[in-house]
């Protein structure tokens, strides 16, 4: 399977709350660039990843997410997502990090649950 | 954008991921194998154990090979139990190493044998991932892969798991982990000589989480080191009161 291209972007939406947002393919090629974005956002006691243009994840992909859970985890900051299209849901509720990142639809969701407004 | 606004198209890895299931079933024991502690169980993931999360990454390097890493690991599906060590015995289903199947697992260990298995979780041409259920030693899940790097093809076995319960933590620290990794380095090093190669085995391990998992101490009721012991007993217990009645 050839690797796909994956580009990752940080924002930051609330002091202390920063968005990953991922576009295209989630594979073990993603490890650095995820590490970057994550050291990015690492100040940010709330991570919340955008997978909205995630394209295509493998299960090395979905092993980087679990180290950067496990590392979000020991940093005591939470990890949040949204934009998981039905077939990634069932991919997190197979490896059951949906029990331990909780879910939105979209962004607003995920702001409004949090008591922010859209920058 | 919301998800719900893009036009649906099927995902390029849709084929490529087993289907979330609340619990395994396994349709049909393979010939010779003992089949407990798989059916009914829930599949786990690195998330779910009790004892350290290890990332360890077994690699062998095929020099200068004339295979592709889709050849290699078509091959390593349909034979993936000739790679084993003879104590690690895998029963894939009829239908093979694809996304859902179950394989069984006979292990002969210090404990005796013991009944397990696996699902597969993922599986694409250059790549596929077994994932464990409650009993496994292990929870969590272990990739195989091969990649071109260079002229050269790299063999790789990945795990990423931490011990399922207390007493499988005692055993990977006294002894389970080593017996682990000769097994992974047995299956590189038959690989590469299936392909006509020696094969130098590396191994880096990682400790990704140094923390027990306490809230999953449950997980020891479905050891199945355990009940296939249990089993073990009950069964010849069985066979000398039926041999004593006749």
Avoid at chain 2, 132 to 138: F, I, L, S
Wanted: aromatic share 8%; glycine share 6%; charged share 15%.
């Amino acid at each position: 399977m050839t690797p796909g291209k994956l580009s990752l972007a940080v924002r930051s939406v609330a002091q202390h709350i920063s968005i990953i947002d991922i576009h295209g393919d989630v594979t073990g090629a993603a490890d650095s660039a995820l590490t970057d974005a994550y050291t990015s956002a690492s100040t940010s006691s709330t991570i919340i990843l955008n997978f909205t243009a995630l394209e295509y994840m493998n299960s090395s992909g979905i092993g980087l997410l679990v180290t950067l859970l496990i590392r979000a985890q020991r940093q005591g900051q939470r990890l949040l997502a949204f934009g998981l299209t039905e077939h990634y849901r069932d991919i997190f509720e197979l490896t059951r990090l949906n029990e331990a990142i909780t879910l939105f639809n979209i962004e607003s969701d995920v702001l409004e649950s949090l008591n922010i407004s859209r920058i | 954008m919301n998800p719900s606004d893009q036009q649906p198209r099927t995902p390029r890895d849709a084929e490529n991921w087993a289907k979330s299931v609340d619990r395994l079933n396994v349709t049909g024991t393979p010939t010779g194998a003992l089949h407990l502690n798989v059916q009914g169980r829930q599949t786990l993931s690195p998330l779910k154990g009790f004892g350290q999360l290890w990332q360890k990454t077994f690699q062998a390097t095929l020099v200068g090979s004339n295979h592709t890493p889709a050849e290699i690991v078509r091959v390593w599906k349909e034979r993936f139990p000739e790679f084993q060590p003879p104590e690690n015995r895998f029963f894939p289903s009829v239908t093979g190493v694809k996304p859902g199947e179950v394989v069984l697992i006979n292990a002969s260990t210090p404990g005796g044998i013991m009944s397990t298995g696996v699902m597969v979780m993922y599986s694409d041409e250059d790549s596929f991932t077994l994932i464990t259920p409650q009993g496994h030693p292990e929870s969590g899940w272990v990739t195989f892969s091969a990649s071109q790097v260079d002229q050269n093809i790299v063999l790789q076995v990945q795990t990423l798991a931490r011990a399922s319960d207390p007493l499988y933590e005692v055993a990977f620290r006294l002894i389970a982990s080593g017996m682990q990794d000769r097994i992974w380095q047995h299956v590189l090093t038959a690989l590469a000589a299936h392909f006509g190669a020696p094969a130098v085995v590396t191994l880096t391990k990682q400790c990704v989480d140094p923390r027990l998992q306490w809230s999953e101490v449950g997980n020891i009721r479905h050891n199945a080191q355990l009940h296939t012991l249990i089993y073990t007993i009950s069964s010849r217990l069985r066979k000398l009161v039926r041999g004593n009645a006749t």
